[in-house]
């Protein structure tokens, strides 16, 4: 009899253990689908972390918001920082910051060969330019790249600071970007042309348009009004007849005279409501032409394996 009560134990026992067992391989089967689930809920629906704008109206509109929080929280999701302490401000508490844009414009350009056209937003924010270019894609409109421009001795707000000529394709822009620098003797201004490849700007050529500068042998009484100037002319020819695109470039070298004041000028601030008038810096003074130097030509040719124009 004892044998019977052991066996009866045992098989009790046993059957407990089964029934264990399947317990938790059914729970940590369940566990595994759920976690196949989200799996693949994560990757079918990638836009879920993805940066996107619903369209480039709702930018421009949030940049121009009357609302303080509106307009930085865009200026974040754009990574153009508003957050600015400094050791002489905490521009955070200030109730107007970020202002306003200024001279903002939105416009849709064929920037590469893709069927729809991209989105360019440009403004005026702290007495510099910045262009934004969107582009459109499956979760919405992405942040390809965002632009600004070094400026010195320009006429603010900058109204010729960026133009889209077709350089190598009909139809297809790209973007030329200018900067400039100097100082009371010397001023440089050059033109840098980017091409969108596939989805980021790259530079393909680097023009200088105008130099001014001092003559290091002239000693007359007038030497700081007497300057050597060089001038590029270019125009930008694109591909047509099995003929690459090409920029034909004419310079002129010549000796100017700067003659008066510089004129002032004015410009209507939207971000103020109020016009406002400066003084163009000395690079604005009227000139006359005191001697041609030399007249000469340039030309660049586009390379598609090199991805720029390349100097004849």
Known sequence: MRWKSRLTAFMLCFAIGLVA??????????RNQRHAKHQSQT???????????????????????????????????????????????????????????????????????????????????????????????PCGWQLLAALSSWLRFEDYPYQNWLSLPETIKPGVHELLVRDSTGDSASYLRKARLLRLDPDALTQVADIEEEAVEAISDYHGADWSDVKRRRINHCN???????????????????????NGAAPHYSYWLETDGSWHARQRNWTGRPTTRVKLLSVSKEEFVWREQEGQFIKL
Request: with cysteine; charged share 25%; hydrophobic share 40%.
């Open 43 to 137: 990757t079918i629906s990638p836009c879920q972390t993805t940066d996107s704008f619903s369209q480039p109206e709702a930018v421009l509109a949030a940049l121009k918001s009357a609302e303080v929080n509106v307009r930085s929280q865009m200026f974040k999701r754009l990574l153009l920082r508003p957050d600015i302490i400094t050791v002489y401000y905490d521009y955070e508490r200030d109730l107007n910051y970020p202002e306003r844009v200024d001279r903002a414009r939105l416009q849709y350009v064929q920037l590469d060969d893709s069927p729809e056209a991209e989105a360019l937003l440009t403004f005026v924010r702290f007495e510099h330019p910045i262009a934004l270019v969107f582009k459109k894609g």
């Open 236 to 258: 930008f020819l694109h591909e047509h007849a099995g003929q690459p695109a090409r920029i034909e470039c004419e310079i002129t070298e010549e000796v100017i005279r700067l």
């Open 21 to 30: 067992a399947f317990i938790a391989a059914g729970v940590l089967s369940l």
